[in-house]
């Protein structure tokens, strides 16, 4: 068994299907569980920090820190159901989430973090729902999918129906541009 069956045998999920059926790489798989669950509970400890600007009367840091904890609750229920097993349901809302395409989990974590962001721009506030932010910014490139092979790349870029190359004409009967030397400016002008 190799370290990645390993690794992977250890962050499975209760009745996850072990091959898995879409093309994103195991480590990128793991980076987006890894920073959610880890962003998730730097956030909740960083919105209970902001939250403590209510004794300065900051209602803007207090607005930040509700939201920002309740933002990493969310992430936890989502990538780390076993942190939150007190709540009940949150397996099958993890397991619903789940079901859906990487591109929606991107999008609602990205959507998620920007208000505490604006409401109280503070490093803790950056910070924490930066975390989340950058969560929903893995799994956008994990919907975007796998790259291509060098061998892929270097045989669609000298295809002749490429339309996108340098040299492609906007029209077809479009002429080369010349050069033809710098104006003569005459001084008795």
């Known amino acids: 068994m190799s370290f990645q069956d390993k690794i992977s045998a250890l962050m499975a ?4 299907d072990p091959v898995s059926k879409d093309d ?10 890894g920073v959610g669950t880890v962003g998730g509970f730097i956030a909740i400890f960083l919105g209970v920090w ?6 300065t009367a900051d209602i803007d840091a207090l607005l930040a820190g509700i939201w920002q904890i309740i933002a990493g609750f969310i992430v936890l229920c989502c990538e780390a159901p076993c942190c939150c097993m007190f709540v009940d349901h ?11 395409p990487y591109w929606n989990r991107a999008l609602g974590y ?10 109280d721009p503070g490093l803790s506030t950056v910070f924490g729902s930066g975390l989340i932010f950058a969560t929903g910014v893995i799994y956008g490139m994990m919907a975007l999918g796998k790259k291509a092979t060098a061998e892929e790349m270097r045989q669609a870029a000298t295809s002749e129906n490429t339309v996108s190359r340098p040299t492609a004409n906007l029209v077809a009967n479009a002429q080369p541009i010349s050069f033809t030397g710098a104006p003569v400016f005459d001084s008795n002008v």
């Open 110 to 119: 990205v959507i998620i973090a920007i208000p505490p962001i604006v409401l």
């Open 50 to 55: 902001n939250c403590v600007g209510i004794i």
């Open 90 to 100: 949150v397996q099958k809302l993890s397991d619903a989430i789940d079901r859906r």
């Open 13 to 16: 999920r209760p009745g996850q």
């Open 24 to 33: 994103v790489s195991w480590w990128m798989k793991f980076a987006g569980r």
